[in-house]
């Protein structure tokens, strides 16, 4: 059942698709309310919920890989989380759910097609989980049950089809952007070897953190400094 901009929605229909009753209907409202519905017609909204699913996600996403993959080396495991933990694919799931269907927005927001924002239906879902490790009094194994139920075959399956996006800048600077709303800085700080055969080392800078990376191009250079940066952060 679609929800309109009021926010009128079948509570009972989304449970049934996740497999969890909630004891308190208002978390599971507030994970599903924009920002924009809370100004316009009061109440609380999922950011803090989101702050708090983004961590609890991260760390089932990550127990399962591990359960799955145990002979993967970190450096293998750390592109494979920051893709999974991405806003492209938590979104899918998110869809799943049809999660969309359910974000409570205000009328302009509605209008302007804010629902289907993978952004939003991101954030939405990590929302979702921190309100029903809430609901069940922080009972991380139930949680970690349910989600398992509903993806971990998705997820077991996106990574032996390496359906895993390569675009190691692009997964970067959505980690960047969601941990300190800031952009990766890359430079070129060598060029060797003959004109048509050279050699580009680019430096990645995030915060504190740096790292090199080496190709036969400017933009494979960066690719595999943002790699490593992955790496590093993760």
């Known amino acids: 059942m679609q929800a309109s901009f009021s926010g009128k ?19 599971l409202v ?26 609890i996600v991260n760390f089932i996403i990550v127990d399962i890989l591990v359960k799955n993959f145990p002979r993967k080396r970190e450096g293998a495991l750390a592109p494979l989380k920051a893709f999974l933990i991405s806003e ?17 927005l205000s009328k302009r927001e509605h ?18 989980w921190a309100s029903i490790y809430i609901d069940c009094d922080r009972n991380a194994n139930l949680v970690k049950d349910i989600f398992a139920k509903l993806f971990e075959k998705k997820i077991i399956q996106t990574v032996r089809e390496q359906r895993i996006r390569k675009d190691y800048k692009s997964l970067l600077q ?13 430079r070129v700080i060598k060029m060797e ?19 090199i990376g080496t190709g036969k191009s400017k933009k494979d250079a960066e690719q595999k400094a943002a790699e490593k940066m992955i790496e590093l952060l993760s």
């Open 111 to 128: 209008l302007k097609g804010t629902r289907n924002n993978i952004s939003i239906m991101s954030d939405v879902f990590e929302a979702l």
């Open 174 to 186: 959505e980690i960047t952007q969601g941990r300190w709303k800031e952009k990766p800085v890359y």
């Open 9 to 27: 929605f079948n509570a009972e229909s989304l449970e049934e698709k996740i497999g969890y009753k909630f004891k308190d209907k208002g978390l």
């Open 30 to 55: 507030q994970a599903l309310t924009h920002v924009s519905y809370a100004k316009e017609s009061g109440g609380s909204h999922y950011e803090v919920l989101e702050f708090l699913g983004d961590a």
């Open 193 to 211: 070897g003959p004109e048509h055969d050279k050699i580009f080392t680019v430096e990645c800078t995030v915060k504190k953190y740096r790292t």
């Open 88 to 104: 492209d694919f938590l979104s899918e799931l998110a869809k799943e759910l049809d999660l969309q269907n359910y974000i409570r």
